[in-house]
């Protein structure tokens, strides 16, 4: 089974900065994919990158952009110039190449300060 | 506009009073989930449906039933409600249960079982 581990509940950044959050996995599959999504207040699920396991180059979004390291398993998220509107909770999550469901991590709270 | 819709939103409700969450998406679908979310455990999946009349467990499914009669409509039944099934409720769905479709999230529906 699948297992994704967020080891930081919480983290804050001062607006403009640059934060990381981190996500380990373990699989013994070797195609799959990663996905950040993102919870604010409201409790919406919003997509904020994706990476395909087999790709080496890491994704990015506009400020969002990853750092992955597939022989470490690990798949951390790095905002860039960090605004206000980026307070939120952050959900590392995993899906088999042919699967049918994410398995999430337990989520990182992250508390944008002006 | 593309949208998963669950009803209702909120419901507080009392023990043992049987109760349906119902989810509906207007994009032909055929891949359907139910996922509940709870502090530290992030997002688990209960049930899942690759189409209609096919519908499987996932990873915390006691407690709970689902139905699949038309493509659009996945609702999530709770025949005896018990406490520790107050949770925030969440449907999912995609075009197939492979991975490069985007997955789409309905709103959550905050379910308290007192």
């Known amino acids: 089974a699948q297992t994704v581990t967020q080891s930081q509940p919480e983290m804050s950044v001062q607006e403009a900065e640059t934060v990381t959050l981190s996500c380990t996995y373990d699989?013994?599959?070797?195609?799959?994919?990663l996905f950040w999504y993102k919870q604010p207040p409201s409790r919406q699920m919003i997509l904020v990158i994706r990476q395909e396991a087999y790709k080496q180059q890491n994704a990015t979004e506009n400020r969002f952009s990853v750092n992955f390291q597939k022989a470490a398993k690990s798949f951390s998220l790095k905002i860039s110039d960090s605004q206000l509107g980026d307070t939120a909770m952050y959900f590392c999550a995993f899906m088999k190449r042919y699967g049918n469901k994410l398995v999430f991590g337990a989520g990182t709270i992250l508390r944008v300060k002006s | 506009e593309a949208q998963v819709t669950q009803n209702p939103r909120y419901l507080i409700t009392v023990t043992g009073k049987k109760l349906t969450v119902t989810c509906s998406q207007n994009?032909?679908?055929?891949?359907m989930s139910w996922y509940r979310q709870d502090p530290g455990l992030g997002l688990r999946q209960i049930y899942y449906?690759?189409?209609?009349?096919?519908?499987d467990k996932g990873d915390v499914p006691e407690g709970y039933k689902v139905s699949r009669k038309e493509k659009r409509n996945f609702p999530l039944i709770l025949e005896s409600p018990s406490p520790n099934q107050t949770s925030l409720y969440f449907c999912?769905?995609?075009?197939?249960?492979?991975?490069?479709?985007?997955?789409?999230f309905g709103e959550g529906s905050w379910l308290t079982v007192v």
């Open positions: 999912a769905s995609s075009l197939t249960g492979k991975i490069g479709n985007t997955i789409y």
């Open positions: 699989t013994s599959e070797n195609n799959y994919y």
């Open positions: 449906s690759m189409n209609v009349e096919v519908t």
């Open positions: 994009m032909n679908h055929e891949y």
